[in-house]
């Protein structure tokens, strides 16, 4: 994949024009021409375009370096991503799109899985529980332990609004008594705990047990204090707020996650 397709597929996730990714980083008709693979871009025109619309650099050239190993490992990293955007966005008709993209691909079991589990959080009613559970069992079984695999804690993270409560609570625990002092750890690892973390503390709110949320909470006011984890700590002072009563602190985070750009998985999933 060359730099001028990538930018093409970089705009169109974003749901821009070219008008709306050029900006006043340069004329529509010089991104145009950049696009359409007629005239190359300066890597620091690049730089600036990516900057302004808040896209992660280290994502775009990650994309670049795998399309140059392989079409295959570049679509897979895409997939990923746009599976995260289509949840944080509440957006069903983009995951249904990319379930149907990830069915034509080999292997990445854990991006299938939880690709379903997320379209299942989308739409509940889509897809037989059993049928789902049973999909999530197999993968888990088939891992020597998964709690070494940050996919699988993601697939855990989601798989949590979907399995038995007490079952939910016993694996989370593990899982946090094995990342103890969850600083210390990688950023993926932290990330992976952190989802887990957030899903158990909704799960918690949904069955009406707050004290169970406790350790989950903690641990989110524990990671690292990085840029890329600031809506995790948030959601954590969010449930415990939430739990303790202090719901006008809870709403202000609320309206703080909203105006990040985060209002459809707030008015969704925090319900």
Known sequence: MEICDLLKQTR??????????????????????????????????????????????????????YSRRGE???????????VKNAFYDWNWKKMSFLKEQAANLTGKTALRVGGDLVAYLLDPELKD???????????FFSLDNWMDDTEAIVVFAVAIQLMKFDIAYFWLSELLDKYQQIDNFSRDQQEAVGKACVSFCQRCRKEGVAEAAKEAIEVLGQLS????????????????????????????IKEILRESGLERFVDHFLL
Not at 72 to 80: C, M, T, V
């Open 225 to 252: 204090p990085c840029p890329e984890f600031v809506a995790y700590r948030l959601l954590g002072k969010y449930y415990a707020g939430l739990f303790s009563g202090e719901d006008e602190e809870a709403e202000r």
């Open 12 to 65: 169109i996730d974003l749901g821009l024009t070219q008008q709306g990714m050029a900006g006043e980083v340069m004329s529509v008709a010089q991104y145009s021409r950049i696009e359409s693979g007629e005239q190359r871009i300066k890597v620091e025109d690049l730089l600036e375009l990516l900057e302004s619309h808040n896209y992660d650099l280290g994502y775009f050239f990650t994309k670049m370096i």
């Open 129 to 139: 529980h059993e049928q789902l559970k049973s999909e999530v069992s197999d993968y």
């Open 72 to 82: 295959k490992e570049a679509d897979w990293i895409n997939i990923e991503f746009r």
